[in-house]
């Protein structure tokens, strides 16, 4: 809310500059966004004389002055025709600054020296008025400056006010609040009102619980026209537009007292008279912002004998408005009730300075004085005569006491505020406030509807007192073994793995486009969906972290990477029924060389599948027992996210039998879809909350062998469509327990084999804890193993 | 050459001076190289060597004949051993050398690194922000980020027709009676719904408001919910905590500042600001010239809020704080637009290395 500080200065004398105060504000809970000066941007401009005039020696057009500041003389080359002996003048002493930074020295115009200048109203950038310098008039003291001599300048202050104190969105309001806080009284607000009309029966109000007060007041005779200078400086000053001098004097009482006003033609309200009731089926508004809205039955509206005039306290209708016109009008000072303005603002998405201010809680009890300031000032600065007021009133209970202690409130805080001090804080801003010793009674004012419990009071207490005189407490802390959740506990370790191996962290939106799915092979009906999205990218809520890794990788590519290794922990969504579930995953990509050594072209081996797979494996390490199925075998299941992975080349991990993960490469239709076809990626996806379930045992450390081991290489030939884990299966399954290890060590296919072979070398590894095998022994469990890789897989050793 | 030992001093005196001449004809002190210095060496001084063999047959001889000519013998051989020790280091070293040039190397050739992760700054500054709570004794907690009207806003004492709903631009789930959870408080309302007081608990973790991104806003980030429940906690226990904790965030030296504020969940309230830390007080961009920061904001928890789980306010008081974690992260690495966090820029990324896990 913007505050103009000549404004608020009229309802509370204070001297302070601007900043200070914004920093009092500031302490007392409104945050000052910015403070703007207002006016001409000049400096050292003074009032002063022209003691005498001269001719130029050297110039037709140019005239020497004597010009007097009330100190001394000057000698001053002046270029105006209007310049005369005995005019008082605004004059730019050296060392000021005019409009656009220019500033004043001596300076030699043909050859006569020129100790300043004598300004027009260009010059200082104030509206023109006539040719040549400004003449001040007589009055003002010689050496006065011309700024704060004519009330030129203003600051105007960006005030946050927060939702709970609309009493303070107004000058009055933030005045009184000041007032409480420094202590200081207000300036009594007088305008005496002049009835000479008598009263009319103009006004119903059918709901009175939803307009507890309304006034509707005749003025005749009115002379619509331009508002004088200082009210259209005031509306300007907090940035609003001046329209005609009744609609700016209802805006004027709007940001003077803070209470809304609207002002009708009276001529155009059929029948001439005012029904506050419920909206019905069908009608419509057509309004002061040149819209048409459609008004949902049961809104509460202002309404004459046919139709509604205006939705009550958001927005007036334009045809009934105050314009040039208008001599007849009814002046509305009403209140109405702040959820009854919300639900009629929301409904019909129409917003306004009334609306805000009623729908937040207006003054109850300040309508019948806010309307009757204005239909004073309609006659002071419009003419006409006015009626009395027809009111409709209920009855409203005051605000309630709140009974206390200051010890209470002391505890509130933590802090020993005496209780003078607490009272005295309390007192200023109550409307009545008494108890003795430690108990308080506390009644607020009709504006504050914020004040309700003991809470309540101790903010005010800790406002007025300052919140920097409540200590700062570490009361001694319990020491407590703070717990953390499992899913956080996986979260840390699966970071940790995946940083360990060369992978970053990133960090997407959980909302992404429909065309993203759809690029990703992903059903866009199965995600949830935010019903009025932002835009086309933030329609659905991500079924699949992968999505946005592969945007993420896409744009890194675009933009010069050449190895792109990410992986995000976040959540991932799912319809389930007539709700959603969240769960937790933890997914990753890799593409292009996984060293940065491109002079060493032999190191620098690009991601493959297996690389992701040696990811998962670390991942899944130690949860429970892997196993691996490959997509679309029973064991596999189904994820949402099959279709993004490449139906072969993709497998799924599973934890004790149970599908936990998913690697692979990424679809090629996919990879087409985000330009990611040349680059080879692989993708994985693993669920984290199943690896939370399955908090990893601490390790135990098991005592090895001091005993040396024995190694066999075996280069077996087989049938290019046995799986290497067939063979290591093979091996395991009839191997004696002193089988150590089993590593392949090669991968052969093509010349020198038999057409449709490959040859895998492989080493057994032998050992035992208590003794050293013999070569007997071990050439048994190789012939065996041989043996049973030759009769269930056919291999062949090769020689 | 094999010579018969001397049996007499004449025939000693004869070998002694052939062994004399041929050694100064072998010229130990330039040898050409370590094969050759060992042939010599052999030749004179080892097991059979021409010199050994000298002083072996001294035996034959005299004593007195032996008294004059062992010393002599002796001598010769000694600085023989001295020559062929002083040409074995010369020649070692040149041999060295010359196989150490041949194996020199490019030693300005790029480094090659081993693959190495990065934490995303957001996860590293919300774990520096929770753990600082962690060992004050906070425990962990987390909610759903999809969650209902009551736990998102009427459980915190913001009913429907409430303005304050108007700063919670909110995403409602198509069709659902859902809604993405606009603060972590809704956290506050899920633990105390599940557990007895006292509480000390962080909430870290994803919120949503529906608004249009741009440099310092977006509609997705991050907070640290705090909450405190405990008999006779008050506004001054806050303050603490929040100070302890800004100054194990910032510095010992960090001053702070509780500025009054309104949250509907919190009465009183505060917003916090610490002294700016990249100007004197003297105003800068940072700190939008005021010289202080806002860092974040807190207040004593509403006894709305405690009644709406069943707490009973007059025996439990607290105080919650929420923290927004990307402002923390911009400040603490100066980054300036926030949508650099989720562009996953690997240039971006590449700068946060400090912390790996």
Same mark, same amino acid.
């Given at each position: 809310?913007?505050?103009?500080?000549?404004?608020?200065?009229?309802?509370?004398?204070?001297?302070?500059?601007?900043?200070?105060?914004?920093?009092?504000?500031?302490?007392?809970?409104?945050?000052?966004?910015?403070?703007?000066?207002?006016?001409?941007?000049?400096?050292?401009?003074?009032?002063?004389?022209?003691?005498?005039?001269?001719?130029?020696?050297?110039?037709?057009?140019?005239?020497?002055?004597?010009?007097?500041?009330?100190?001394?003389?000057?000698?001053?080359?002046?270029?105006?025709?209007?310049?005369?002996?005995?005019?008082?003048?605004?004059?730019?002493?050296?060392?000021?600054?005019?409009?656009?930074?220019?500033?004043?020295?001596?300076?030699?115009?043909?050859?006569?020296?020129?100790?300043?200048?004598?300004?027009?109203?260009?010059?200082?950038?104030?509206?023109?008025?006539?040719?040549?310098?400004?003449?001040?008039?007589?009055?003002?003291?010689?050496?006065?400056?011309?700024?704060?001599?004519?009330?030129?300048?203003?600051?105007?202050?960006?005030?946050?006010?927060?939702?709970?104190?609309?009493?303070?969105?107004?000058?009055?309001?933030?005045?009184?609040?000041?007032?409480?806080?420094?202590?200081?009284?207000?300036?009594? +607000?007088?305008?005496?009102?002049?009835?000479?009309?008598?009263?009319?029966?103009?006004?119903?109000?059918?709901?009175?619980?939803?307009?507890?007060?309304?006034?509707?007041?005749?003025?005749?005779?009115?002379?619509?026209?331009?508002?004088?200078?200082?009210?259209?400086?005031?509306?300007?000053?907090?940035?609003?537009?001046?329209?005609?001098?009744?609609?700016?004097?209802?805006?004027?009482?709007?940001?003077?007292?803070?209470?809304?006003?609207?002002?009708?033609?009276?001529?155009?309200?059929?029948?001439?008279?005012?029904?506050?009731?419920?909206?019905?089926?069908?009608?419509?508004?057509?309004?002061?912002?040149?819209?048409?809205?459609?008004?949902?039955?049961?809104?509460?509206?202002?309404?004459?004998?046919?139709?509604?005039? *205006?939705?009550?306290?958001?927005?007036?209708?334009?045809?009934?408005?105050?314009?040039?016109?208008?001599?007849?009008?009814?002046?509305?000072?009403?209140?109405?009730?702040?959820?009854?303005?919300?639900?009629?603002?929301?409904?019909?998405?129409?917003?306004?300075?009334?609306?805000?201010?009623?729908?937040?809680?207006?003054?109850?009890?300040?309508?019948?004085?806010?309307?009757?300031?204005?239909?004073?000032?309609?006659?002071?600065?419009?003419?006409?005569?006015?009626?009395?007021?027809?009111?409709?009133?209920?009855?409203?209970?005051?605000?309630?006491?709140?009974?206390?202690?200051?010890?209470?409130?002391?505890?509130?805080?933590?802090?020993?505020?005496?209780?003078?001090?607490?009272?005295?804080?309390?007192? %200023?801003?109550?409307?009545?406030?008494?108890?003795?010793?430690?108990?308080?009674?506390?009644? %607020?004012?009709?504006?504050?509807?914020?004040?309700?419990?003991?809470?309540?009071?101790?903010?005010?207490?800790?406002?007025?007192?300052?919140?920097?005189?409540?200590?700062?407490?570490?009361?001694?802390?319990?020491?407590?073994?703070?717990?953390?959740?499992?899913?956080?506990?996986?979260?840390?370790?699966?970071?940790?793995?995946?940083?360990?191996?060369?992978?970053?962290?990133?960090?997407?939106?959980?909302? +992404?486009?429909?065309?993203?799915?759809?690029?990703?092979? +992903?059903?866009?009906?199965?995600?949830?969906?935010?019903?009025?999205?932002?835009?086309?990218?933030?329609?659905?809520?991500?079924?699949?972290?992968?999505?946005?890794?592969?945007?993420?990788?896409?744009?890194?590519?675009?933009?010069?990477?050449?190895?792109?290794?990410?992986?995000?922990?976040?959540?991932?969504?799912?319809?389930?029924?007539?709700?959603?579930?969240?769960?937790?995953?933890?997914?990753?990509?890799?593409?292009?060389?996984?060293?940065? *050594?491109?002079?060493?072209? %032999?190191?620098?081996?690009?991601?493959?599948?297996?690389?992701?797979?040696?990811?998962?494996?670390?991942?899944? *390490?130690?949860?429970?027992?892997?196993?691996?199925?490959?997509?679309?075998?029973?064991?596999?299941?189904?994820?949402?996210?099959?279709?993004?992975?490449?139906?072969?080349?993709?497998?799924?991990?599973?934890?004790?039998?149970?599908?936990?993960?998913?690697?692979?490469?990424?679809?090629?239709?996919?990879?087409?879809?985000?330009?990611?076809?040349?680059?080879?990626?692989?993708?994985?996806?693993?669920?984290?909350?199943?690896?939370?379930?399955?908090?990893?045992?601490?390790?135990?450390?098991?005592?090895?062998?001091?005993?040396?081991?024995?190694?066999?290489?075996?280069?077996?030939?087989?049938?290019?469509?046995?799986?290497?884990?067939?063979?290591?299966?093979?091996?395991?399954?009839?191997?004696? %327990?002193?089988?150590?290890?089993?590593?392949?060590?090669?991968?052969?296919?093509?010349?020198?084999?038999?057409?449709?072979?490959?040859?895998?070398?492989?080493?057994?590894?032998?050992?035992?804890?208590?003794?050293?095998?013999?070569?007997?022994?071990?050439?048994?469990?190789?012939?065996?193993?041989?043996?049973?890789?030759?009769?269930?897989?056919?291999?062949?050793?090769?020689? | 050459?094999?010579?018969?030992? /001397?049996?007499?001093?004449?025939?000693?005196?004869?070998?002694?001076?052939?062994?004399?001449?041929?050694?100064?004809?072998?010229?130990?002190?330039?040898?050409?190289?370590?094969?050759?210095?060992?042939?010599?060496?052999?030749?004179?001084?080892?097991?059979?060597?021409?010199?050994?063999?000298?002083?072996?047959?001294?035996?034959?001889?005299?004593? !007195?004949?032996?008294?004059?000519?062992? $010393?002599?013998?002796?001598?010769?051989?000694?600085?023989?051993?001295?020559?062929?020790?002083?040409?074995?280091?010369?020649?070692?070293?040149?041999?060295?050398?010359?196989?150490?040039?041949?194996?020199?190397?490019?030693?300005?050739?790029?480094?090659?690194?081993? $693959?190495?992760?990065?934490?995303?700054?957001?996860?590293?500054?919300?774990?520096?922000?929770? =753990?600082?709570?962690?060992?004050?004794?906070?425990?962990?907690?987390?909610?759903?980020?999809?969650?209902?009207?009551?736990?998102?806003?009427?459980?915190?004492?913001?009913?429907?027709?409430?303005?304050?709903?108007?700063?919670?631009?909110?995403?409602?789930?198509?069709?659902? $009676?859902?809604?993405?959870?606009?603060?972590?408080?809704?956290?506050?309302?899920?633990?105390?719904?599940?557990?007895?007081?006292?509480?000390?608990?962080? =909430? $870290?973790?994803?919120?949503?408001?529906?608004?249009?991104?741009?440099?310092?806003?977006?509609?997705?980030?991050?907070?640290?919910?705090?909450?405190?429940?405990?008999?006779?906690?008050?506004?001054?226990?806050?303050?603490?905590?929040?100070?302890?904790?800004?100054?194990?965030?910032?510095?010992?030296?960090?001053?702070?500042?509780?500025?009054?504020?309104?949250? /509907?969940?919190?009465?009183?309230?505060?917003?916090?600001?610490?002294?700016?830390?990249?100007?004197?007080?003297?105003? =800068?961009?940072?700190?939008?010239?005021?010289?202080?920061?806002?860092?974040?904001?807190?207040?004593?928890?509403?006894?709305?809020?405690?009644?709406?789980?069943?707490? !009973? /306010?007059?025996?439990?008081?607290?105080?919650?704080?929420?923290?927004?974690?990307?402002?923390?992260?911009?400040?603490?690495?100066?980054?300036?637009?926030?949508?650099?966090?989720?562009?996953?820029?690997?240039?971006?990324?590449?700068?946060?290395?400090?912390?790996?896990?």
């Amino acid at each position: 809310m913007k505050i103009s500080y000549n404004w608020l200065k009229e309802h509370l004398p204070l001297e302070l500059p601007a900043a200070e105060l914004a920093a009092h504000l500031s302490r007392l809970g409104f945050e000052v966004a910015g403070i703007a000066r207002l006016g001409p941007a000049f400096t050292g401009v003074v009032a002063a004389k022209v003691a005498s005039r001269e001719k130029h020696p050297n110039a037709d057009k140019l005239s020497i002055c004597l010009v007097d500041d009330g100190s001394r003389t000057w000698n001053v080359v002046c270029g105006a025709p209007n310049v005369a002996e005995g005019q008082t003048v605004a004059f730019a002493r050296i060392g000021a600054v005019l409009p656009g930074g220019f500033k004043i020295g001596k300076a030699k115009l043909r050859g006569v020296e020129s100790e300043g200048m004598i300004c027009s109203r260009a010059e200082l950038g104030l509206p023109k008025d006539g040719d040549g310098i400004w003449v001040l008039g007589e009055g003002p003291a010689l050496g006065a400056d011309v700024l704060s001599l004519l009330g030129l300048a203003d600051d105007v202050l960006d005030v946050e006010v927060a939702s709970n104190r609309p009493d303070c969105l107004s000058h009055r309001g933030l005045a009184r609040e000041l007032a409480a806080y420094f202590r200081k009284p207000l300036k009594p +607000l007088r305008l005496p009102l002049e009835e000479t009309l008598g009263s009319y029966d103009l006004v119903r109000v059918e709901d009175g619980a939803a307009c507890p007060f309304y006034s509707g007041r005749l003025i005749e005779g009115v002379k619509v026209g331009e508002s004088p200078e200082w009210l259209k400086n005031r509306l300007e000053a907090v940035g609003l537009r001046p329209i005609n001098n009744v609609v700016d004097i209802t805006n004027f009482i709007l940001h003077d007292v803070g209470h809304p006003l609207h002002a009708f033609d009276a001529d155009r309200l059929a029948g001439g008279r005012i029904v506050v009731r419920r909206s019905k089926a069908g009608e419509t508004l057509s309004a002061l912002d040149h819209k048409s809205y459609d008004l949902p039955e049961g809104l509460l509206v202002v309404a004459d004998a046919e139709k509604p005039v *205006a939705l009550a306290g958001v927005m007036g209708a334009e045809k009934s408005s105050v314009t040039a016109g208008t001599t007849r009008m009814i002046l509305e000072g009403a209140y109405f009730i702040p959820t009854e303005v919300r639900r009629s603002s929301r409904k019909t998405r129409l917003r306004s300075d009334s609306s805000y201010r009623f729908e937040r809680g207006a003054d109850p009890e300040a309508a019948r004085e806010a309307a009757a300031r204005a239909a004073a000032l309609i006659l002071q600065l419009a003419g006409g005569r006015a009626a009395g007021a027809c009111e409709s009133s209920s009855p409203r209970a005051a605000n309630p006491v709140v009974k206390t202690t200051v010890s209470r409130l002391n505890a509130i805080l933590g802090a020993a505020f005496p209780s003078e001090q607490v009272r005295d804080a309390l007192a %200023a801003i109550a409307a009545e406030s008494k108890g003795e010793a430690d108990q308080l009674e506390f009644r %607020a004012p009709s504006w504050r509807l914020d004040l309700a419990t003991a809470f309540d009071l101790a903010e005010e207490v800790a406002r007025l007192l300052g919140y920097e005189n409540i200590p700062c407490r570490m009361a001694p802390l319990a020491p407590v073994a703070a717990r953390t959740t499992p899913v956080e506990a996986a979260s840390r370790r699966a970071r940790s793995h995946l940083c360990a191996l060369g992978l970053w962290e990133a960090c997407n939106y959980d909302l +992404l486009a429909e065309k993203t799915l759809t690029a990703c092979r +992903l059903p866009p009906e199965g995600p949830p969906r935010v019903a009025d999205p932002l835009s086309e990218d933030w329609a659905l809520l991500r079924p699949s972290l992968l999505p946005g890794l592969l945007k993420n990788a896409q744009h890194n590519l675009s933009r010069g990477a050449d190895a792109v290794r990410l992986f995000e922990i976040g959540k991932t969504y799912a319809r389930a029924g007539a709700g959603v579930t969240e769960r937790w995953r933890a997914a990753g990509l890799l593409l292009g060389p996984l060293l940065d *050594a491109r002079w060493q072209a %032999a190191r620098a081996s690009r991601a493959g599948f297996y690389d992701a797979k040696a990811v998962v494996e670390d991942l899944l *390490a130690r949860a429970g027992a892997l196993g691996w199925a490959r997509l679309g075998e029973p064991a596999a299941g189904r994820t949402p996210c099959d279709p993004l992975f490449h139906p072969t080349n993709s497998l799924r991990a599973l934890l004790d039998g149970a599908p936990a993960a998913t690697v692979g490469w990424l679809h090629p239709r996919a990879a087409r879809a985000f330009d990611l076809e040349r680059e080879g990626v692989v993708l994985f996806d693993a669920d984290l909350e199943s690896l939370a379930a399955r908090a990893a045992p601490r390790a135990r450390c098991a005592e090895f062998s001091a005993l040396p081991v024995s190694r066999r290489d075996l280069a077996l030939l087989v049938d290019k469509a046995v799986a290497y884990a067939q063979v290591e299966a093979v091996v395991r399954a009839c191997a004696p %327990a002193d089988l150590q290890d089993f590593l392949l060590f090669d991968v052969y296919e093509g010349k020198g084999l038999p057409e449709g072979t490959k040859s895998l070398a492989v080493r057994l590894t032998f050992g035992r804890r208590d003794r050293t095998l013999t070569d007997a022994e071990i050439a048994q469990a190789v012939e065996t193993a041989v043996a049973a890789l030759a009769r269930e897989l056919g291999a062949k050793l090769r020689t | 050459m094999k010579r018969e030992a /001397p049996t007499s001093r004449a025939a000693w005196e004869q070998a002694y001076a052939q062994s004399e001449s041929a050694l100064r004809a072998a010229d130990v002190e330039r040898c050409a190289d370590l094969p050759k210095l060992e042939e010599v060496r052999v030749r004179f001084l080892g097991r059979k060597g021409e010199l050994t063999e000298l002083l072996k047959a001294l035996k034959n001889l005299s004593l !007195d004949d032996r008294r004059t000519l062992g $010393p002599l013998a002796q001598a010769l051989k000694d600085s023989l051993d001295r020559q062929v020790s002083a040409r074995r280091a010369e020649l070692e070293d040149a041999y060295d050398a010359a196989s150490l040039q041949k194996d020199a190397i490019d030693l300005t050739l790029p480094s090659l690194r081993p $693959p190495r992760g990065r934490l995303h700054p957001l996860t590293t500054t919300l774990h520096e922000i929770a =753990c600082i709570f962690q060992f004050m004794g906070y425990s962990w907690e987390e909610g759903p980020f999809i969650e209902d009207e009551r736990h998102n806003f009427s459980a915190l004492n913001i009913p429907d027709d409430h303005p304050a709903r108007d700063s919670h631009d909110t995403f409602y789930l198509q069709g659902l $009676p859902l809604l993405l959870r606009t603060h972590t408080s809704t956290v506050q309302v899920r633990v105390m719904e599940s557990s007895k007081p006292p509480l000390r608990v962080v =909430c $870290p973790g994803r919120v949503f408001r529906h608004e249009q991104i741009d440099a310092t806003h977006s509609a997705v980030f991050h907070q640290v919910e705090g909450l405190v429940i405990d008999e006779g906690v008050g506004f001054a226990d806050l303050k603490g905590h929040l100070q302890a904790f800004l100054q194990k965030l910032l510095g010992p030296s960090t001053q702070t500042r509780f500025r009054p504020s309104y949250f /509907p969940f919190t009465e009183p309230s505060t917003e916090v600001d610490v002294k700016c830390f990249f100007c004197p007080g003297s105003g =800068c961009p940072a700190c939008k010239r005021t010289g202080w920061i806002e860092i974040l904001g807190a207040g004593v928890v509403n006894p709305a809020v405690l009644s709406a789980v069943g707490y !009973d /306010p007059e025996k439990w008081s607290g105080f919650a704080f929420g923290i927004g974690v990307e402002r923390v992260a911009m400040l603490l690495h100066g980054v300036q637009d926030l949508r650099d966090f989720y562009s996953n820029d690997l240039r971006f990324l590449a700068q946060f290395d400090e912390d790996l896990v």
